[in-house]
Every structure is written in C-alpha cells, then in structure tokens.
C-alpha cells in the first residue's frame, strides 16, 4: 500500500526521515520482518517492543512507529502519542476494512463464548454458509483450524484473520470477544453487525479490579455497535441475567432476549436433560417449537438459545436453524462425553469459573444414578479470590478432585491450600500434579458414577513454569479406565 494512504488512517503525527514510497507488510514482532514491513513497537506486559526497533530494521523494516524519538539506522520512524492505539487503525485501513464485508458476530461474556461461537460457526456451515470463527480454540477457517494466541488476539492479528476470511469468500465470521481484548483496544475497526451477551459472573477481577468495571468492559461490544441506525445490527441479550439490563442502555439497536428462567423473546422451557442430548421447547414470536440436540447441560439450551436469537435476527427460519440444530456435535471440551465402553461415564469440560463450575455439575444431576467425582484446578498467578468460591461450588459433587490447571510459577501447595478453605464436605483429596489427579480421580470411580474432569477442556498442554508441557485429561482417562475396567 502507498504509505502516505497509509498514513492519512491517523491524524497526528511526527516523521521523522524520509517515507517509504511502499508498506507491503505490518508487524508488532521484529522476528517477523518481511521487505517494505512497517514495524510497530509496542510496549508489552514482558519487554518493550522500542527495544527491538533496531533489530527490525536490519532485518528489512523501513519504517518504524514509535511512542518516543529513537535513533534508527536504515529506517524511518514516525512518532505518536500511542502505538497500542494506532495498530488497529493502521491494520484496519491496511487490510482494507474488511470487517464491513461479512456479517461479524461477537460474542462476549463471563462463560459460553466458546459454546456460542461454536454453536453458531456450526449452524452456519449446516445453513450452506462460508464461515470463520475465532476464539479460544483457534482460528477456523471452513474447517481448517489454525492456532491463535489469545481468545481475542491483538488488533494486526485480528484484522489479519478478518481478512483472510473475506479473501476466502466467508460470508459471516463469529468471534470471541473477551474483556480483556475491549479494554486493551485489541477490536479496534472491527465492525460487529450482531453482538451477543452471555453472562457476567466472577472471573478475571485481578485484571478488572470489580465486578462493576468487568460488566462496564464487557459492554463496550454494545456501544461500539455504533448509531447508525440505517445499518441493521442487532444485540442478543440474556434475560436470566441482570446485567444485560445495563447493557441494553449501551446501544440503540433492536435487541433480542432469550432465557429459561425469566420472561424473554426467546424462551425455552419442558427442558429435559438426558445422557445423550437434551430436547425443549422453544416459544417465540413464531410459534412453539420442539428442539432436539446433541448438546448436553442447561447452559448449553442458554447459549443455544443465544444462536437461535442471532441467526433469527439475521433473517433465518426458525425451522430451517433448528434442523441445523439437531445436526450438530458438541463443542469440543465442553461437557464432551468420552466415547470408550466402560461402566462409568466421563466428561471433559472447560469449567473454570465459579458458575461454570455449579453449570457443570447441574448438567449431570438429572442423569445420575451414582456419585459425581468432580475434578477441577485452577490456575497459578491469576484471580485468586475465586479459588475458594471455586471449591465451594465443586462440593455440591459427591467426591471432588482438587488440583491444578496451568500452575505458571505458583507452588502447588498455594493453589491448593487456597482451594480446600471453600469446600462444605470432607470428600475431597488434593492432588497437584494433574495427571495424577486424573488418575486418582478413575481409580476412584465405580461402576455407575460420573466423573466430570474441569479447566483444561479441548487444551492439550499444561503450562508450569514458563514451559508448556504435552497434557490431555482425556488421554490420561482413557488410559487409566481402560487398565481398570477391561
Ligand atoms: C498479559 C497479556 O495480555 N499479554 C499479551 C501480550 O503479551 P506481552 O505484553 O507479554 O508481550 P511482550 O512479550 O511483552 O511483547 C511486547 C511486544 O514486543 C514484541 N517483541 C517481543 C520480543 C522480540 O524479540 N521482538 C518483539 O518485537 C512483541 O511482538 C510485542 O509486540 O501481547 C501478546 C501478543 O498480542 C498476547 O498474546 C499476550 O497475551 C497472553 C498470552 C495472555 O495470557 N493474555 C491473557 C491475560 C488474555 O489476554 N486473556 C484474554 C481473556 C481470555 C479469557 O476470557 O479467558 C484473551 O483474550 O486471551
Ligand atoms: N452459558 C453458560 N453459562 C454458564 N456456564 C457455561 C455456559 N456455557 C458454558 N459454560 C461452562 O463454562 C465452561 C467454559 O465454556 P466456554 O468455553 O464456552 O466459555 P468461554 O466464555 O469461552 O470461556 P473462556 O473465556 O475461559 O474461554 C464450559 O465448559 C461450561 O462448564
């Protein structure tokens, strides 16, 4: 691209050296320099991308942005106030606004944003369209999955994969929208037709501080919908949860609700959860409607609810999304059966949060014949004020599990110690190493219970330390149920 069209994205500046007639490439890593790459430094939460100016242009990068004035052999640098900031503009004009060709679909909340992104990018591939979803378990692009750092990745990758899937011809791309990516600007440009509120629950309050400031992150996706009002865009709010109230005075555009417990467009009630999936009825301006899927859990009919709203208000028949509902698989990891013959029944799941963790349990109440062994870990160096309230909800099983998900540089022994003070019963063990944890937890088992392992889902890595290690509950499961029972 012309770098001076490039340049007029942002309007004040200091250059200092000549300008490049070319950018054929951007990047914020200097181990990443192509010819002609502008090289945007950005100050980390580890190192300082200042310091790797130099580097990146001797590898090629002819113009440098930079918060401060720096002496660079062979390149340019052009100054401004914020690097962080300007990223999404220069990517977004860069790529040539790509989010305004697909129908965008964000989905932001405490627990479901996988679920719902998944439910959704399913849906449309059955309803015949092109789709690309983002999120925790990477970038699919019609079906080919491809790894992505983050659950919302910085503003250059995220415009990257936008564009990549305009090139590809998708007609809608559905992305996970998490608080941390709307505070720190990482969705800048992105034009949302359709944003979709989950819940808002205890999580990630060493980041946001409060409850209050994670609900107002949160409910920047619904102001950022913007006031053009000729462009239908539409928000998906959930009505058993009270903050979607507050959300709803963010934005001017109609909005959808859907809910099981309090009064909503879309409501599902007659639920039954079985073994095997879960059916219910669905009452909305259409009609009634009995819905049949795979999916198993009262969160799950809560976020499929949330699909069937967006897609509804996108112009779908009802009939034709719920024939598209009863065809899809699980997400993967979350409350995924594992399929393998042995007189137990066993469950991944991603739960860890406090109310993913009573959801969880709650998806197997109806179903039980026996005891619930219910395995859960929580993650070193992060929120710690949800450790106990963590175990608190894991007691309401039989037998719980307490262990770790991704130590980082905690100890075991503090992880644990800060679980065990919030369990109601004596039925517990700690465990820290986690593959041990899982075995113990099938050893445990008998002919009937369920065992529910949580925190690590569809992840097949531990990170301890600053190493990520190869890690799969369900492997390990497996494994151990098969020694066991055959
Ligand atoms: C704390 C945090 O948000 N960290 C993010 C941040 O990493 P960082 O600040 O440590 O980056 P850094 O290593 O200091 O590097 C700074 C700059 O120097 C550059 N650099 C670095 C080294 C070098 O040799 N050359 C070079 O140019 C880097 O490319 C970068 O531009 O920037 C990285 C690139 O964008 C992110 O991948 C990384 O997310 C990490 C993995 C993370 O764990 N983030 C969490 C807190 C997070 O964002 N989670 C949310 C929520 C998930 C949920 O809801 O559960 C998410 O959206 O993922
Ligand atoms: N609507 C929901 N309400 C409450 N809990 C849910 C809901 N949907 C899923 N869960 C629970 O939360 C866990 C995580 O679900 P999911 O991965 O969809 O959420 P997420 O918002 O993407 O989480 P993260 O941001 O941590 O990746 C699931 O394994 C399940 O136990």
């Known amino acids: 691209m012309n770098s001076k069209e490039l340049l007029s994205a942002i309007p004040y500046k200091q250059l200092e050296g000549a300008l490049p007639e070319q950018i054929q490439h951007m990047t914020i890593d200097s181990r ?166 989950t819940n808002l629950t205890h999580d990630h309050l060493d980041f946001h501080g409060t409850m209050e400031e994670y609900g107002h992150a949160k409910a920047l996706l619904f102001s950022q919908l913007g006031q053009d009002l000729a462009n239908q865009k539409q928000a998906i709010l959930n009505a058993d949860d009270p903050w979607s109230y507050e959300i709803a005075k963010t934005t001017s555009h109609p909005v959808y609700t859907y809910g099981i417990h309090n009064k909503a467009q879309f409501q599902a009630k007659n639920i039954n959860l079985m073994h095997t999936g879960t059916t219910f009825t669905l009452t909305c301006v259409e009609g009634e409607f009995s819905v049949s899927m795979t999916l198993l859990g009262e969160f799950n009919v809560s976020n499929a609810l949330a699909a069937i709203a967006a897609l509804y208000a996108e112009g779908y028949k009802i009939e034709e999304i719920l024939k598209a509902l009863a065809l899809i698989a699980p997400v993967e990891g979350r409350m995924e059966q594992i399929e393998i013959d042995v007189p137990i029944s066993m469950f991944i799941d991603y739960a860890h949060t406090p109310d993913a963790i009573e959801k969880a349990i709650n998806a197997v109440a109806d179903f039980k014949t026996n005891r619930i062994i219910f395995l859960v870990g929580t993650g070193g160096n ?60 099938v050893q445990q088992a008998q002919a009937g219970d369920i065992i529910i392992f949580a925190g690590k889902g569809h992840e097949d890595f531990q990170i301890i330390g600053n190493t990520k290690y190869p890690h799969s509950d369900k492997e390990i499961a497996i494994q151990e149920a098969m020694k066991k029972f055959r």
């Not at 977004?92 to 060709?101: D, Q, R, T």
């Not at 015949?128 to 990745?153: D, Q, V």
């Not at 909800?393 to 022994?413: G, H, I, N, W």
């Open 32 to 197: 990443d320099i192509q010819a002609d790459s502008m090289f945007i430094c950005i100050v980390g939460y580890t190192v300082d991308g200042h310091d790797f100016a130099q580097q990146a242009a001797n590898r090629g990068a002819t113009l440098i942005v930079a918060e401060k004035p720096m002496a660079i052999d062979n390149a340019t640098v052009l100054i401004v106030d914020d690097t962080t900031r300007v990223l999404g503009q220069f990517a977004a004009k860069f790529y040539e606004y790509p989010s305004k060709l697909l129908h965008m679909i964000g989905i932001t909340g405490t627990n479901g944003k996988t679920s719902v992104a998944g439910i959704l990018h399913s849906l449309l591939m059955e309803l015949g369209e092109k789709s690309a979803l983002s999120g925790t378990i990477g970038f699919n692009l019609n079906g080919e999955l491809h790894p992505s750092a983050n659950t919302t990745n910085d503003a250059l990758t995220t415009q990257q994969m936008i564009a990549r899937a305009r090139d590809e011809d998708c007609s809608h791309m559905t992305m996970e929208v998490s608080s941390h990516g709307l505070i720190l600007g990482r969705l800048a440009g992105v034009e949302f037709d359709t944003a979709i509120f």
């Open 382 to 441: 992060r929120d710690k004020t949800k450790r106990p309230i963590m175990a608190e909800k894991a007691s309401v099983a039989d037998y719980v599990v307490l262990t770790t998900d991704d130590p980082r540089d905690e100890a075991y022994d503090s992880i644990l110690a800060d679980l065990q003070t919030g369990m109601t019963h004596e039925n517990f063990v700690c465990i820290g190493d986690r593959k041990e944890a899982v075995i113990h937890a």
